[in-house]
């Protein structure tokens, strides 16, 4: 393996530990806000653990190490700003959201989207 691919492998590979990381603990997170969904929350946490981890040991298993800070302080710079946008925008959706999650959500509601946000966005 050259160096170059090593190095382009050690950032991509750092890129996707970090990702499945993340989506394991949003995952748990959101199954503690949606007890009804508890479970398959769960068990998409749980694939996501087991992806984060076979995503290590093939790096190990090729001598190449995941540099993770860069990528960590990227994530940091996205969920900074994603927190800004949303809480810049949330207020006037707020109660539009409530009702959604009043009334069960929007799964198989046949909602093509929900209500608009400020901006021109939907969710």
Request: aromatic share 6%.
């Amino acid at each position: 393996m050259s160096p170059a691919y090593r190095e382009a492998y050690s950032r991509i590979n750092s890129m996707v530990i970090v990702g499945e990381g993340l989506a394991d603990l949003n995952f748990r997170r959101l199954a503690l806000l949606l007890p009804a969904e508890r479970n398959e929350l769960l068990r998409l946490a749980a694939m996501e653990a087991r992806h984060a981890r076979d995503f290590l040991l093939c790096g190990r298993n090729l001598g190449i190490r995941a540099v993770t800070a860069s990528v960590l302080q990227d994530e940091a710079e996205h969920l900074d700003f994603g927190e800004r946008w949303l809480g810049d925008r949330f207020p006037a959706c707020a109660a539009a959201v409530d009702a959604c999650c009043q009334a069960g959500g929007a799964r198989g509601s046949g909602h093509a989207a929900g209500p608009a946000i400020p901006g021109g966005n939907r969710f």
